[in-house]
Antibody, heavy 123, light 107 residues
Framework: EVQLVESGGGLVKPGGSLRLSCAASGITFNNAWMSWVRQAPGKGLEWVGRIKSKTDGGTTDYAAPVKGRFTISRDDSRYTLYLQMNSLKTEDTAFYYC??????????????WGQGTLVTVSS | DIQMTQSPSSLSASVGDRVTITCRASQRISSYLNWYQQKPGKAPKLLIYAASSLQSGVPSRFSGSGSGTDFTLTISSLQPEDFATYYCQQSYSTPWTFGQGTKVEFK
């Protein structure tokens, strides 16, 4: 069974930093494209960014609101995905989900998803 | 960025009803459209990918259709476990974007 488990969420002051982790099991992690998606409490889903597998270049893409502040990385030996969040703003308060981006022959989709971890940015 | 607009934002329905949710893209996206279901306090779950392909394990009462800019998610006979919020998502070009969600509530 594929499992994604996020950790590292918590309360942080504006301007602070936090690193989230996502531990994967049941998948060939080194071949997986991984994304972070967030959801502010009571709001909709927002894609944060993704990292491709190293065999596909290991490159990253980010959404405009987090570009330059957030960094996605991976440790394939530990089956772990990371999200380093710097210069945090109150509007970054959200549940953060990691998800596998399934890359089909033509189409991509997100499946499965972790249970999420809550990040609260507040003074 | 491609904007995704769902309608309605919420709807009330009864068990056994046929429910249709629409999703419109701000530009043509062929069939690069996915649907997710989210229940309160839970992570989203994939229902439909590539506009009309049913994810393994998802009941056949769920179906998706459309291409280009207009898409629909249909639940043929609403069941108690289907009361949830549904999101569409385009996978045509990054940044990947979601619709604002449609909440299906009990009438």
């Amino acid at each position: 069974e594929v499992q994604l488990v996020e950790s590292g969420g918590g309360l942080v002051k504006p301007g602070g930093s936090l690193r989230l982790s996502c531990a994967a099991s049941g998948i060939t992690f080194n071949n997986a494209w991984m994304s972070w998606v967030r959801q502010a409490p009571g709001k909709g889903l927002e894609w944060v960014g993704r990292i491709k597998s190293k065999t596909d270049g290991g490159t990253t893409d980010y959404a405009a609101p987090v570009k330059g502040r957030f960094t996605i990385s991976r440790d394939d030996s530990r089956y772990t995905l990371y999200l380093q969040m710097n210069s945090l703003k109150t509007e970054d308060t959200a549940f953060y989900y990691c998800t596998t981006e399934q890359v089909g022959l033509i189409y991509n989709w997100f499946d499965p998803w972790g249970q999420g971890t809550l990040v609260t940015v507040s003074s | 960025d491609i904007q995704m607009t769902q309608s309605p934002s919420s709807l009330s329905a009864s068990v056994g009803d046929r429910v249709t949710i629409t999703c419109r893209a701000s530009q043509r996206i062929s069939s690069y459209l996915n649907w997710y279901q989210q229940k309160p306090g839970k992570a989203p779950k994939l229902l439909i990918y590539a506009a009309s392909s049913l994810q393994s394990g998802v009941p056949s009462r769920f179906s998706g259709s459309g291409s280009g800019t207009d898409f629909t998610l249909t639940i043929s006979s609403l069941q108690p476990e289907d009361f949830a919020t549904y999101y569409c998502q385009q996978s045509y070009s990054t940044p990947w974007t979601f619709g604002q969600g449609t909440k299906v509530e009990f009438k």
